[in-house]
């Protein structure tokens, strides 16, 4: 890379959307090395880091990068699934920006590049301005969700300047990335499911501290149950609302109009039983 400028070709072809939604067309790149303009330290970082190994496409709406041409292809199908889904989910627009999505399955190199650090993490990925960076080791079924998770931070992060409680955009992370990992693989007519070992009591979140909390805990366990809670907590405010409800609740609470709580009982009439109910669901950590 180094401060040379290198020149983008673009060769439009190939892999015609194969049953993964209408018009997505992947844009082949040939490059002498990706285009930086516009990007972050973070992206220059990682691209450097990854040396010649990525192996670069393009959609409408996402470059991606990742160490074969499958993985490239996944990724990006699953990019653009997964925002329209977020679109349709929250009723937010479409998306206007281009986004740099990387994927790493090298751990070595995810380690390299998360020293480098500083950046916001939740763990399994990094996001800054319009890139961000998904580390899935190779076979790695527990993280089947990752890209549709990251997807639907980043496209809150495009559209609400503040995501507060950190629990409703975690949670709404959780919830609705696992939401479309299931739609995903329905439309192929597969059931997949994912194994959810019982969380230590002794480490569950009361809902008070839930939504209180402003930062990652350090503690894994803990922020595992952050985590688990955070998505039931969304499951549940969904299943009293209604799915059609979900981008109304969320604008009120990320514009700050309303409480999450005062947005229950007074826009959907929740009672005080069903806000314990709401409670209950999120703090037994099932
Ligand atoms: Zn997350």
Redesign the pocket.
Known sequence: MGKVRHILKMLLLLLAAAGAGAGLTLWALHALGADTDGMSRLGRGVLKAGGNEWKIAATEHFTGYAPSAELVELLLRKAEHASREVEIALDIPPLTNHAHCFLITDSNLWKTVRQRGGWRT????LQYGNEFVLFIPDAETEMEDSIP??I??FRLRQVYANREPLAL??GL??YL?WEITLEWHLGGGKIITRVQPRLPGETLWSLNELVSAQAYDQNADRNRAF?RQSEEWVRGIVSLIGPESLGEFVRLVFDGEMTWDRALREKWGLSDLQMDKLSAIAESGK
Do not use: F, T
């Open positions: 939740d763990g399994r990925a998770h990251e639907v931070h955009e975690e992370a959780s990335g985590y």
